[in-house]
């Protein structure tokens, strides 16, 4: 008898509107936004299909930047949250989700897009938290330095990621630190090979890999769902960007109010690397490290990553409206 797992969830919701946003290098990235434009009791502040304006009674924005071989599906519980009474945009990443592949990959290509997501979906001068999860946060750090993001950002959420030595220090593969597990990471991360169906024994690998022992069966396969329908030739390109990415120097540029948060079984960017970024940060606001729990923070902890998400709404951009 076949167990039905239920995934409503995370289940991606509908949104309000899909976008374009055509990156620097042409690259036409999806975009989805949820949510109202303007606040509970306000009027809607621009005419539908374009960015609202700054003007007060419009409706707080988040930004969400999604990681390495997922899309904005991964996000599913925060939008639904969240989208009562903020405006959430929602973006794939790309060669990820709905957005075409590119030629070249790399760190700069990914500060390009966040920067074109904000210019597209916001009013000049409007703020917004902007939250990233692994690839999603480097995508922020790499972009601290940039106009639209100094523009835009209010403030940032970090969630289980890196600036830099991402296999070197991966614990994926259970031995000693050194050459040899480095070689052996970086082979596994960056294979060609097809991750095919989602079956019990591709879900034990992904929750071994990703998420940390107690995470629930409807996670897992939330996650796994996610993960195998990214292409193998996008997970492999980008692969070999992270295993060469060196960000320690953005984020000493990253200039507003930062939250971290990681799980303490993370074994894609085990804790050091959420240590080294909140000792780094120039306003690091918190760092949250959850027990048990993995790389896949936003799906473990729903609640915690919208919450602390909320609050960073309330403290940088509700309250500073309201003075």
């Known amino acids: 008898m076949t167990t039905t797992i239920d995934l409503t969830p995370y289940a991606p919701p509908v949104p309000a509107r899909v976008l374009t946003a055509r990156s620097a290098d042409g690259t036409e990235l999806h975009v989805e936004v949820y949510g109202p ?32 071989t997922c899309s904005t599906a991964f996000w599913a519980a925060q939008i639904r949250a969240l989208s009562a009474d903020h405006r959430v945009i929602a973006y794939d990443q790309r060669g990820h989700g709905r957005t075409p592949a590119s030629a070249a990959c790399s ?21 917004a938290v902007i939250a990233g999860h692994s690839m999603g946060g480097m995508t922020i750090m790499a972009a601290s330095a940039r106009p639209a993001f100094r523009d835009h950002a209010a403030a940032v959420l970090l969630c ?19 050459r040899l597990r480095t070689w052996l990471t970086g082979h596994i991360l960056g294979s060609r090979a097809p991750l095919g169906p989602v079956t019990p024994v591709a879900r034990r690998i992904l929750k071994y890999a990703t998420m940390g022992a107690g995470s629930a069966p409807h996670m897992v ?27 320690d120097h953005a984020v000493r540029e990253l200039r507003v109010p930062a939250a971290v948060i990681v799980g303490s079984a993370d074994r894609m960017t085990p804790p050091v690397h959420s240590r080294r970024i909140a000792e780094a940060l120039p306003q690091c606001v918190g760092l949250t490290e959850l027990p048990g729990l993995g790389h896949m ?15 960073l709404v309330t403290t940088h951009i509700a309250m500073k409206e309201g003075a």
């Open 221 to 247: 396969e939330a996650c796994a769902r996610i993960v195998h329908a990214c292409p193998r030739r996008v997970r492999h390109a980008w692969s070999n960007v992270l295993h060469l990415l060196d960000l």
């Open 297 to 311: 923070t936003p799906v473990e902890a729903p609640e915690l990553v919208t919450g602390t998400i909320r609050d």
């Open 160 to 178: 289980s990621t890196g600036s830099s030595r991402l296999v070197a220090e991966s614990t994926v593969v259970p031995i000693r630190a050194g």
């Open 37 to 68: 434009d303007s606040a509970p009791g306000n009027a809607p502040d621009s005419a539908p299909g374009n960015a609202p304006d700054s003007a007060p009674g419009a409706a707080p924005a988040v930004v969400l930047a999604h990681g390495w």
């Open 107 to 127: 760190a700069d290509l990914l500060a390009d897009d966040l920067e074109a997501v904000l210019t597209a979906t916001l009013a000049p001068g409007e703020k």
